[in-house]
């Protein structure tokens, strides 16, 4: 790649991570890893399990501290950004296990999402005084809007412990577009779903992309899903990156059907 080429994908790029390598107590869990991740498209890291994926997902929004190499995002170089840190630079997550406030309503979860985008102090809040109820009105439009993209009006006041797990999974969606991020990482979103949930939570991380312009990195392992989903594939094995590129050449990639079918040259 020339300089000029390479200047062109940095900027194009809203996320990069340079020879990110982490280890655990000397057991290296990633190795040497580099990728660029382009505004505005749906990314996903796929590979076997214990291959890497949910830990460099912690070290892009800054669960981890990697040993070796760094992330940039937006332009900005992160040595040691922290979750609050990248929550406030527009870095949303979701995790394996839901984790949703169980006896509260739909609205309220997420209503949580908007907590970095309230005008008005906490005790404006507590006392109902100053800015708070124009502050709570708008953070109630924009959780609504939300609502609507994810078609849960249906829910929105029911308690989130009452519903199936496949809207609880829509509904934790729902709580991290509430926060407007501009990257989205979704730890294995469609775990433990049917086909046919499967294929509508697809349906809305696809509409989430386009509708709110959000930038997606996630986690899936069905394969099927992975192919019809992305613009962009990672590949992970053991901790190292084994592929990365368009869908229809990671699909007949060798080392990539070496690591699905268990075998290795």
């Known amino acids: 790649m020339s300089q000029e080429q390479a200047l062109t994908s940095a900027s194009q790029a809203l996320l990069s991570l340079d020879r990110i390598s982490l280890s655990f107590g000397g057991v290296k869990a990633i190795t040497d890893i580099s990728f660029d991740v382009h505004r505005g498209e749906i990314c996903a890291l796929i590979g076997p399990n214990g291959a890497g994926k949910s830990s460099l997902l912690n070290v892009i929004n800054g669960v981890y501290r990697p040993q070796q ?5 937006d332009g900005t170089e ?6 609050h840190d990248a929550a406030h630079r527009g870095i949303a997550r979701t995790f394996q296990n839901i984790a949703l406030f169980r006896r509260m309503s739909v609205l309220d ?6 907590n ?3 005008g008005s102090t906490w005790v404006e809040q507590t006392f109902r005084v100053g800015r708070a109820q124009r502050d709570e009105a708008r953070q109630r439009r924009y959780a609504e809007i939300v609502i ?10 029911s308690v989130v412990g009452t519903l199936s797990y496949g809207v609880q999974k829509r509904v934790e969606l729902a709580r991290a577009l509430a926060a407007e991020p501009r990257l989205l990482l979704l730890d294995e979103p469609m775990a433990g779903m049917n086909a046919d ?12 992309n ?4 959000v930038t997606v990195v996630l986690i899936e392992h069905d394969i099927g899903v992975v192919m019809d989903l992305s613009d962009h594939i990672v590949v992970l094995d053991y901790g190292k990156k084994i592929a990365d590129g368009i869908p229809a050449d990671v699909r007949v990639d060798p080392a990539v ?9």
């Open 78 to 83: 992160s040595r040691r950004m922290s979750p």
């Open 69 to 73: 190499g760094t992330v940039r995002f």
């Open 116 to 118: 970095l985008h309230r």
């Open 257 to 265: 059907l070496a690591a699905y079918l268990g075998t290795r040259h």
């Open 197 to 208: 949930e499967k294929r509508a939570m697809a349906g809305f991380i696809v509409d989430a």
């Open 109 to 114: 979860n997420v209503l949580t999402g908007r």
């Open 148 to 157: 609507e993209a994810l078609d849960l009006q249906r829910v929105r006041h």
């Open 210 to 213: 386009e509708q709110f312009g």
